[in-house]
Structures are given as C-alpha cells and as structure tokens.
C-alpha cells in the first residue's frame, strides 16, 4: 500500500530568514563606516520613492554611504548612551533615529552635504491617503487623452463617462480631488492617468556628528533626550 502524502515530513532547517546573522552584519557595517568617514548625519524624509532614493545615492556613492533599515539596529551600532557609544559624543546620533530616519556617513564636507540635500527633489505620482496639494476638477465634455478602451476603467474610478462616436467623454463637471484632502484609492489611480503629480520625495537632514562637533539642524525632541 502506497504511503501517504499526508503524513509525509516537511523540513524547515534550509528555510533562510533575515535575522540575527542579518543585523549582525549591518551593524559591523555601520561600525566600518564610523571608522572609514569624516562625519556622519542623521536625517528623515517624505514621500519615500526607493527610485528616487536611489537616484541621490548614486550622486554620493564615491565617498559616502547610507544606511536604512531598523532603527534599533542603527541605534545599537552607534551606541545608545555614552556607556557603549563606538566613538565619543556619536551616541547622540541615536537619539534622533525615529520613524522613518536613516544614516549618511560622509567624507563630503557639511557644505556639499547640506546643498546636496537641499537641491534634490524627485516628483512622483502620489498614493491613497496622501494630501492633495491642489484641487482637481474635469469640466464635461471630451476627453481626447483618452482613447475608448479606457472608458470602462474610468467610469470603475467613478469618473462620469460615455463614449460618444469613439470618444471618451465626460457627462458632467467632475472634482477628482480637493487640496488638503487625502486622496481616495480612485483619486490616486486617476491621477495618475491624468499624469498629476503631487507627491514630492525630499530628504532633510537632522544632525550632525564629527569627531570634534555635534550639530541640530532640525529638532525633533527634547534636549533633556541628550542628557544621559
């Protein structure tokens, strides 16, 4: 009699996982680049587009390196307190890597840095829930962008449609957003038809570390946070 496919085992001892061995690895990396770089930030950004991020990367990658990922783990590679900080004031780097925040460890200097980081703005289509940054109304009539196969999917995103002789056309006046309201999952998609964008990914720095200096640029949390 046939075995079972049932009852036949299952091992998991080749499933690979990003765990222990992953963050060790992250933090000898951030330990390197302590010790490779002249100075090292802290900064936060808005309307993350991974392309866009890598975009500026590859702007700085001949001397610099960024991090991003679990703050806990930025955190412990640099040390949280004076105790088992790896470089003496970097601890206070830790106490600015919150929410969505990484690391730049640079040879640039603060000027190049901070102009870098002025400058560079990538626009992108935005997604559900982000604030509409003007309103966006369609006025009846044809909508020659459009060609027929697409009147079924707007009419899906609750845009009034018809098609009349071929053309895409729409019935009545219509808002597909208005400035300063979170944009509907239908919103966004039309948007995007329309080529509307409204979201823009910018990077702003937080601090800065160096060996002789420590410096705020944008407070984030208490000084008392500083203290220990």
Not at 144 to 160: A, C, D, I, N, S
Not at 181 to 204: G, N, V, Y
Request: proline share 4%.
């Amino acid at each position: 009699m046939p075995k079972s496919k049932r009852n036949r085992p299952v091992t998991l001892s080749k499933t690979k996982k990003k765990g222990r061995e992953h963050k060790e690895a992250v933090v000898n990396a951030i330990k390197e680049a302590v010790e490779c770089y002249a100075s090292a930030y802290v900064f936060t950004f808005e309307n993350m587009r991974n392309q866009k991020f890598k975009e500026f990367r590859e702007q700085l990658k001949s001397n610099s390196r960024f991090f991003l990922g679990s703050n806990k783990v930025m955190q412990l590679a640099l040390g949280r307190s004076v105790a088992d900080e790896v470089k003496p004031g970097i601890y206070k780097l830790s106490k600015f890597i919150r929410h969505d925040a990484g690391l730049l460890f640079t040879n640039l200097s603060k000027e190049e840095v901070e102009r870098a980081f002025r400058e560079y703005e990538g626009h992108d289509f935005a997604r559900m829930g982000t604030t509409a940054t003007e309103k966006v109304d369609l006025k009846e009539g044809p909508l020659e962008q459009f060609t027929h196969e697409m009147e079924p999917y707007l009419r899906k995103q609750g845009v009034p449609v018809r098609l009349n002789k071929g053309i895409v056309e729409l019935v009545s006046d219509f808002v597909v957003c208005e400035e300063g309201m979170p944009l509907s999952p239908e919103a966004a998609r039309t948007l995007r038809l329309l080529d509307i964008k409204m979201a823009t990914f910018r990077l702003h720095l937080l601090c800065r570390w160096t060996p002789e200096d420590f410096e705020v640029y944008k407070e984030d949390l208490d000084h008392s946070d500083l203290e220990s």
